[in-house]
C-alpha cells in the first residue's frame, strides 16, 4: 500500500458539491501542492485549489485527516468543491500528475481493514448501509458495522485457542504428570461454541433475508386471480391479467416494502399439466421459485377449489391459503379451510376486485416480517459466506467432541478448522481470494 490513491466519494453526474478523498504516503504532499498546505487537522478550512503549474482548479473546502487517527489509518484529505463535471476533471488530471493513482472499488475501506480500522464484518457492513434501501437494512447493518458481531467471532475464537492449548498440551506431554486430563477440561468450551453456533445457524436465514428481500411466491392453479391479487398487492399493473389460462408464463418479480422490509413478491404460472413445452417450463419455474421462497401464497378460486390436491404439494406449514374471488357468489367449497387446517395452513378470503380482506392480507404479511426479521441485535450471518464458515466450524466442533481423548491429534486439527473457519469472517487471514470477493463490490472512493 505505498501508492497513494484518489477518488470521488460523491455520486457520478452534476452536482452542488462533490467530495474527492485522498490516502495515502503522498496525501500531504499533494494537499502542499494543491492548497498551498494543510489546515489544522480535522478542521475544515477554505482553501483555493490549483493545478501543479498554477492554474486555478476552484475554491474548496478541506480538511486534513493524519493517520492514524482517519478512517483509512493513513493521511488522508477530503476536498469538498463544486460538482461540475470541468472541475472534477482537472482535479482528476491535477492529482494525476502529482504521482496519484485513482482508487479501485473498495480500495479505501480495504485499507482501513488491512490497517486494523475494521473486521472484514464492519467493512461489508458498510457496503451493505450505502445500498440499504429498507430501516430493516439500514439497522441491521448499523448494527453490523458496530463490532458487535465481530466480537462474537472473536469470542469464540479465544474460546477455541483456549480449548486447543489444553488438548495440545496433553497431546505434546502424555508422559508429565499434569493436573487431571486437560482435554476433558476443555470439553465444556467446545460444547459452549457448539452449541452457540447452532443457535446461529438456525437464525443465519434472518439475516440474509433482511438484506437481500424477503422473498413471497404467489402460487396457485389458472386462473385463480394470481395476477389480479399480485398487482393489487404491488400497487401497479405488474403483471398481464387475462380469462385465458396459462397467460403467465414465467415468474414476474417486484420488490416492495412492507413495514420497513424489503420484499420481493414473484406472480407465478399456474400449476397444471401444461399444453406446450413453454407452459411446461413456466410450471417448472414456478415450482423451483415457491420451493426456495420464504413464505407461500397459495391461491384459490371461491367458486373452483378443483385441484386443490395438485398444488398442495407446493406448499408447507405456516403458509396463507387465500380464497380469492371471494366478490363473486356464492361460498368456497368446504373441503378448503378444512383441507388447510390439515397441512397447517391457515384461510383468508379476498377479493382484489372490491379490495375485500387486502389490508388484513398486508397486515398477515407484515405481522410475519416482524415476527421472523425482528431482533434487537444483529443476527450472526448476514451473507451466505458467514454462513459457510459458521457451518464448517459446527461441523469440525462435532467431529472433535465426538473424539476428543487423552492424546487425540484429530481433536485438535478439527478445533484448529474450526478456528480458522471462524477467523475467516472476522478477516486476519491470509487469503486474498477472500478479501478481492469482499471488496471488489464495493463502490469506488468506499
Request: proline residues 4%; hydrophobic residues 45%.
Amino acid at each position: 500500500m505505498s501508492d497513494t490513491i484518489f477518488a470521488r466519494a460523491t455520486a457520478a453526474g452534476r452536482a452542488a458539491v462533490a467530495i474527492v478523498r485522498i490516502t495515502g504516503p503522498r496525501a500531504a504532499e499533494a494537499l502542499e501542492t494543491l492548497a498551498g498546505g494543510a489546515p489544522p487537522p480535522r478542521q475544515a478550512a477554505v482553501r483555493r485549489l490549483r493545478s501543479r503549474n498554477g492554474e486555478v482548479i476552484d475554491t474548496a473546502l478541506v480538511l486534513w485527516m493524519p493517520g492514524p487517527g482517519s478512517f483509512t489509518g493513513e493521511d488522508s484529505v477530503e476536498l469538498q468543491v463544486h460538482g461540475g463535471p470541468v472541475i472534477l476533471q482537472e482535479l482528476h488530471e491535477a492529482l494525476t500528475q502529482l504521482g496519484l493513482r485513482a482508487a479501485e472499488p473498495g480500495e479505501f475501506s480495504r485499507r482501513a481493514f488491512t490497517n486494523g480500522r475494521m473486521d472484514l464484518l464492519q467493512a461489508e457492513a458498510i457496503a451493505d448501509l450505502v445500498d440499504a434501501e429498507t430501516s430493516a437494512q439500514k439497522r441491521q447493518a448499523l448494527l453490523q458495522m458496530s463490532g458487535g458481531v465481530g466480537r462474537r467471532f472473536e469470542r469464540w475464537r479465544d474460546a477455541l485457542a483456549d480449548a486447543l492449548a489444553l488438548i495440545e498440551a496433553e497431546n505434546d506431554f502424555p508422559d508429565e504428570d499434569l493436573p487431571g486430563a486437560l482435554a476433558e477440561q476443555a470439553r465444556p468450551m467446545l460444547e459452549s461454541v457448539t452449541a452457540d453456533l447452532e443457535l446461529a445457524l438456525a437464525a443465519a436465514a434472518r439475516g440474509q433475508r433482511v438484506r437481500n428481500g424477503y422473498r413471497v411466491a404467489v402460487i396457485g392453479r389458472p386462473n385463480a386471480g394470481k395476477s389480479s391479487l399480485f398487482n393489487a398487492l404491488v400497487g401497479r399493473e405488474a403483471a398481464i391479467v387475462s380469462q385465458r389460462p396459462g397467460t403467465t408464463r414465467d415468474v414476474v418479480e417486484v420488490e416492495v416494502q412492507v413495514g420497513g422490509y424489503a420484499v420481493t413478491l414473484a406472480d407465478t404460472a399456474g400449476v397444471r399439466d401444461a399444453a406446450d413445452e413453454i407452459e411446461s417450463e413456466g410450471v417448472r419455474r414456478a415450482q423451483t421459485w415457491a420451493d426456495s421462497a420464504a413464505w407461500r401464497l397459495l391461491i384459490v378460486d371461491a367458486s373452483d377449489s378443483a385441484g386443490l390436491q395438485e398444488v398442495g404439494e407446493m406448499v408447507q406449514p405456516d403458509d396463507l391459503v387465500v380464497v380469492h374471488k371471494s366478490d363473486l357468489t356464492g361460498s368456497p367449497a368446504s373441503e378448503v379451510p378444512e383441507w388447510a387446517s390439515r397441512r397447517g395452513l391457515t384461510t383468508l378470503r379476498v377479493s382484489s376486485k372490491t379490495g375485500e380482506g387486502l389490508d388484513a392480507l398486508r397486515a398477515r404479511l407484515e405481522a410475519r416480517l416482524v415476527s421472523e426479521l425482528g431482533g434487537a441485535e444483529a443476527p450472526s450471518a448476514t451473507r451466505a459466506r458467514h454462513q459457510e464458515a459458521m457451518e464448517i466450524a459446527h461441523a469440525a466442533l462435532v467431529r472433535a467432541n465426538a473424539v476428543l481423548t487423552r492424546g487425540s491429534e484429530r481433536a485438535a486439527e478439527d478445533v484448529r478448522i474450526a478456528a480458522r473457519a471462524l477467523q475467516s469472517v472476522i478477516g486476519g487471514v491470509d487469503n486474498e481470494a477472500v478479501l478481492d470477493r469482499v471488496f471488489s463490490a464495493f463502490c469506488i472512493g468506499k
